[in-house]
């Protein structure tokens, strides 16, 4: 049972984009996107969605989670569309 778990929790850190519990939580390699980069992409975002960002040494995670329901599908959505922010905010960041 034990093996069985941990082996859900490896592939579910090799996902980029997990929907759960009416939530959406992104994991963000800080070889890729800095800290500071995910901070100003949170802002794009609307205050109807509370944005939360944990700071590990291999990881960055951030977790979206909005105020009323959402089907598992827009929250997905609402996954790559932070992606596609942070993308756009990392691109500026660097040439700007």
Do not use: C, W
Request: glycine share 4%; no cysteine.
């Amino acid at each position: 049972m034990e093996k069985r778990r941990s082996e859900a929790s490896e592939i579910e850190e090799k996902k980029y984009v997990i929907v759960d519990k009416g939530k959406v939580r992104l994991n963000i390699s800080p070889a890729i996107y800095d800290y500071f980069s995910i901070i100003k992409t949170k802002e794009i975002f609307p205050k109807s969605l509370k944005i939360s960002v944990k700071r590990s040494e291999h990881m960055l995670q951030v977790t979206i989670q909005p105020k009323v329901s959402m089907s598992r599908k827009e929250l997905e959505i609402i996954g790559y569309e932070f992606f596609n922010h942070l993308l756009n905010t990392t691109k500026d960041v660097m040439t700007g």
